[in-house]
């Protein structure tokens, strides 16, 4: 659902610029709390993954396919704020270096891809985890939920910006139809994947998993004939072995986005992706501009001058996994940084 330059008017996109900009500083204040030595790295990573799984376009009706938005992933493993941040930084990297994604609508994407998949995901999850059994399959199933529902309520949000600014003249309630029933197909391949991914991580290391924090059963014994939670035990418990299972963590989570983007995104389907179809079969794509990156080295995800399309594919896939990863990485450290900073006692002292 990467929108190009020219589906939105001017105002529009410089309107949804603004809120994205909202978006994201209200993030990176949020995300100073959700953020610690535990899930600063594993920010980076995730953002690394969105970039790697987005990639790898999956068919989902005749001619159309469909891939990975991330909000609901990002939000569940690493919490609201942080995910939007985790969404933005995949969304900046695809604009700049890859000509994914107009750089004038970039507060059109932020505003859709991050914003509204982040918040309606997270809503939804936690309204499901609060009526469900408390446990891991409780999780799993709230986050295939959720992000089942937040990609047609992105598709709603670009259906409502195009209402509003968009630069042709075609009934909005075709253009509305349109989206949201590929979309809810779409969402389904998005849910499996958020589903699985944050189930595999609750396998290994569910306290890394931030939508499921405080949902663990509390061992309760009987004492003097009635029942009391046993209290949790000291986090100092076992800290070396914490420490290197969470580098195995993220050497595995590393490893497999580059094998994704650089291996299997070849394999995945050539066919236009929602927007691009429902544009193309609306003429809601008349006014399309070019990219301003579209001499970028590495547009269209391939590297220039490299004849061989599957090893060009294959390096730009890993290319935009480690800047990803390392711009990812950068950001979160900073805000968790600024966070310890601001937690220091000098800084109390100065209060």
Known sequence: ???PDGFIDAPTSAAAGLVAAGAVAVSLRGARRELDERTAPLAGLVAAFIFAVQMLNFPVAAGTSGHLLGGALAAILVGPYTGVLCVSVVLLMQG???ADGGLTALGVNITVMGGVTTVVAYAVFRALVKVLPRGR???TAASFVAALLSVPAAALAFTLLYW????TDVAIGKVAGAMVGVHI???IGEAAITALTVGAVIAVRPD???GARGLRQRLRLRVNGELVDVPDAEPEAAPAPARASRRTLWVSGLVTSLVLAGFVSFYASANPDGLEKVAADKGIDEKVEEHAAADSPLADYGVK???NA???GGLAGVIGVGVTVVAGTGVFWAVRRRRSAEASPSAVENV
């Open 305 to 307: 001058d490299v004849e």
């Open 185 to 187: 197909l779409i969402g």
């Open 1 to 3: 659902m990467h929108v």
């Open 310 to 312: 599957r090893l060009s």
């Open 208 to 210: 890394l998993v931030y």
């Open 96 to 98: 700049i270096l890859f």
């Open 137 to 139: 399959r409780s999780v």
């Open 164 to 167: 509003i600014g968009g630069t």
